[in-house]
């Protein structure tokens, strides 16, 4: 809690004996219920209203909500209530996202105040906003009495009149911020508040995209979405590169003209600069950003003009959806079959799927895009309860890549090296040709296991399932699951034999070795996500590559998405088989599809002659011969009757419980105990325990259990029911309820 919110319960409590009124509160913790709190005389507090209320010997942030929610017990005596301590300075959260919150704990089985918590993820937006001082010339003061050169050039940059940081006009008069305290000091500058920048309007006419006639009616179809006024879902379903962002700006232009608020979600690693700029070439601004990688203040900022309705258009990654939207007319999520959507951290949700609830309690237009949609969506969009826009071609005119299968077992890599002969050959005919090359593994670091020669030692990471893979550059050894690190050891651990360790496998640290060892003259850009240190130095490696500086990149799937490289000729898969070896999830052969996909359709999208190249070990399988032959419609036929037959989603509905525990016995007795007293339903499985995958990360031990039903089931009620019945879990075990899992690990 900060000092200032503190200062708050120091006041003295409002007059006792006034009468007073009762409020229900949500506290931003992990509870599912209101809290009664007496509203002091004076203070206005409608619902959605942040206060500041004593809780237990702590003081916390709480909303003040319009109804009381779950079973506050037996009611409080009114003199026993306690009272609110006072309102905070920060627009009320508007009805309808208190709807919103609801809806999702409800669904996620998420305690409310949870959910509410994500909805304030920007902490300065409930402090006093505190302006920031700048100085500025004062104009016919006399000169001051010492005049120094330095002095002289400060006096000559201000002369604008312009309100400036003491480090800015610093910076400009190359002076140090002392010289500009002398001229405070001396009468000739003066130090005043810097007005608050407002964000800027997006103009919706401000370029008129010329559209190709099928393009057009996509537009047209979207327009009239966003004109109707009402809720509606459409699937607007176009190949790489035929121009869906520039037909969805048609229907955020649209929501613009009627004074609404618009969003745009993109998985976060595709909020590149590119984007921006193209939002900016159509609508003469950046739009408003919300991701990671804003400050505190940024955060605070952008929350507070979300509310007010100052921003117009949201770009976001998935938690924009939680911001306070005065008068949110359209959602669009973008890439909406990206798997980072759904987020596995305290309330599990799937911000795609939450798009479409808000647009319905919204009663506004959701669209949701793709060149390799969800078999979700493509299902709802068969049946007609979603809307389906395609959009077949490319606006180029240029061919989709052709994708031909390297045979591992045919024309296998040299020993000790990851690249097949054919794959090298064509990347040397790019080269020549003075094009690009994209080679994508998913897999960072250098290599993903750690061998001793010598005793067959395995270098594992100790407290997790899993080796620790090498990370060269770094010279350590990391665990990628709880970011456990060592340094690389010169001799094995069990053993104790002196370089005996050898790295096995490849991971893009190392094919980016081979391709340096090969072509020592190409210019080589290495992206994963542990190399590049933040958004900012991630967009400056993308704009790099989209101006041709480049002539080799090597990536994990920081590079698959979104992202349109002019040069790339040529995409190289170095394990096409990695995805599909996840057994027990279901989604394992939609997200190689969609991603072989992606990654070879970056190739030649401004061009004719794209290729793509994916190795594998197995080209007859059914989703390698799909990406090959480019026969998306022969892919979903089969995915779709798979998930039918096995009531997989979206024809079932599956919820995840993961029991963990210090020690494995009690995780799986617990794990057992939960089983047995699930309560007897027809047409509910319930799978399992079973070991997790990933039997133990940090430490702890992991069993889940699998709960599937039937579509029109409601698997909520059951699982709430169930839950109700437990007794409280004791010492250190946790239960994780995951609605619509998408990790099965
Ligand atoms: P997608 O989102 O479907 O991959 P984009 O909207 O990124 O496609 O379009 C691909 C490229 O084609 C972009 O560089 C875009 O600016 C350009 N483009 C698409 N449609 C048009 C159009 N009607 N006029 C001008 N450029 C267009
Ligand atoms: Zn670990």
Not at 143 to 168: H, N, Q, W
Not at 251 to 266: F, H, S
Not at 530 to 553: K, W
Request: aromatic share 6%; with cysteine.
């Amino acid at each position: 809690m900060t000092s200032q919110l503190d200062s708050l319960l120091d006041k003295p409590a409002a007059d006792e004996g006034a009468a007073r009124r009762r409020v229900p509160v949500v506290l931003t913790v992990a509870l599912d219920q209101t809290y009664d709190y007496l509203l002091p005389e004076g203070i206005e507090a409608e619902p959605g209203s942040f206060v500041l209320v004593p809780f237990g010997p702590q003081s916390r942030i709480g909303v003040v909500w319009d109804g009381p929610v779950g079973e506050p017990g037996k009611a409080i005596e009114p003199n026993k209530l306690k009272t609110i301590a006072g309102r905070l300075d920060a627009p009320p959260l508007p009805p309808l996202s208190l709807k919103f919150a609801e809806w999702i704990a409800r669904y996620t089985l998420s305690p409310l105040g949870m959910v509410v918590r994500m909805m304030m993820s920007a902490r300065t937006a409930f402090e006093p906003v505190k302006p920031r001082f700048g100085v500025t010339l004062v104009e016919d003061a006399p000169s001051p009495a010492r005049m120094t050169p330095a002095r002289k050039r400060a006096l000559e940059v201000a002369a604008d009149g312009a309100i400036r940081a003491k480090s800015a006009l610093a910076g400009e008069a190359q002076c140090s911020t002392g010289v500009i305290d002398g001229l405070v000091a001396a009468g000739n500058l003066v130090e005043v508040a810097i007005p608050e920048k407002r964000a800027a309007l997006p103009d919706p006419k401000h370029h008129a995209t010329e559209f190709t006639p099928e393009q057009a009616r996509a537009a047209h179809a979207l327009v009239s979405a966003v004109d109707a006024g009402n809720f509606s879902v459409t699937l607007l379903d176009g190949v790489t590169g035929s121009g869906k962002t520039e037909v969805y700006f048609e229907a955020v232009a649209r929501t613009l003209g009627r004074d609404k608020q618009a969003l745009i979600m993109l998985p976060e690693i595709a909020l590149t600069d590119q984007f921006m700029r193209r939002f900016e070439a159509r609508f003469g601004c950046a739009p408003v950003e919300w991701h990671s990688a804003l400050s505190g203040p940024e955060r605070g900022r952008v929350w507070r003009s979300v509310a007010t309705g100052e921003a117009r258009v949201v770009v976001g990654a998935r938690s924009a959806l939680f911001l306070p939207f005065k008068e949110l007319g359209l959602i669009i999520v973008d890439e909406e079959h990206d798997s980072g959507f759904k987020q596995d951290d305290r309330v599990h949700y799937q911000a795609r799927d939450m798009a479409v609830v808000r647009g319905n309690l919204g009663a506004f237009p959701v669209v949701l895009a793709s060149a390799t949609p969800s078999i979700e969506s493509h299902v709802n969009a068969r049946t007609g309860r979603y809307r389906h826009v395609v959009l077949p071609a490319r606006y180029s005119g240029a061919a989709l890549p052709e994708v031909t299968a390297i045979d591992l077992r045919k024309s296998p890599p040299d020993k000790g090296k990851w690249l097949s002969p054919v794959l090298v050959a064509a990347i040397a005919e790019t080269l020549a040709a003075g094009q690009q090359t994209l080679l994508f593994l998913n897999r960072r670091g250098y290599a993903p296991l750690t061998l001793c020669r010598s005793c067959g030692h395995r270098i594992e990471c100790p407290q997790c399932t899993a080796w620790l893979v090498e990370h060269r550059f770094r010279g350590r050894l990391h665990c990628h699951h709880c970011g456990f690190s060592i340094p690389l050891p010169e001799k094995c651990p069990k053993c104790g034999e002196p370089g005996a360790l050898v790295a096995c496998g490849p991971g893009v640290e190392r094919v980016a070795e081979e391709v340096t060892e090969r072509f020592p003259e190409a210019r080589l850009a290495l992206l994963s996500s542990d190399l590049v240190p933040g958004i900012t130095e991630m967009r400056e490696m993308i704009r790099e590559i989209e101006a041709g500086g480049i002539d080799i990149v090597i990536g994990t799937q920081m590079v698959a998405k979104g992202h349109h490289f002019p040069h790339l000729a040529t995409v190289g898969i170095v394990d096409g088989d990695l995805g599909l070896a996840q057994g027990a999830d279901p989604r394992a052969g939609e997200r190689t599809f969609q991603l072989l996909h992606q990654v070879t359709g970056r190739a030649g999208r401004a061009f004719a002659e794209g290729h793509g190249y994916v190795q594998t070990h197995m080209p007859e399988h059914p989703v390698m011969e799909a990406i090959i032959r480019g026969d998306r419609e022969a892919f979903l036929e089969r995915e779709i009757a798979i998930r039918r037959s096995g009531l997989l989603p979206p024809f079932g509905r599956l919820a995840a419980l993961i029991v963990s525990a210090r020690h494995k016995e009690t995780a799986q007795l617990v794990a057992r105990d939960i089983v047995r007293r699930a309560p007897p339903a027809d047409r509910i499985e319930i799978l399992g325990p079973a070991e997790a995958p990933l039997a133990v990360i940090r430490g702890r031990h992991r069993w889940r259990l699998l709960v599937k039903a039937p579509r029109e089931i409601d698997v909520q009620a059951y699982l709430r029911a169930w839950l109700a019945a437990m007794p409280p879990l004791k010492g250190d075990i946790r239960l994780t309820v995951d609605v619509d899992p998408y990790s099965f690990l």
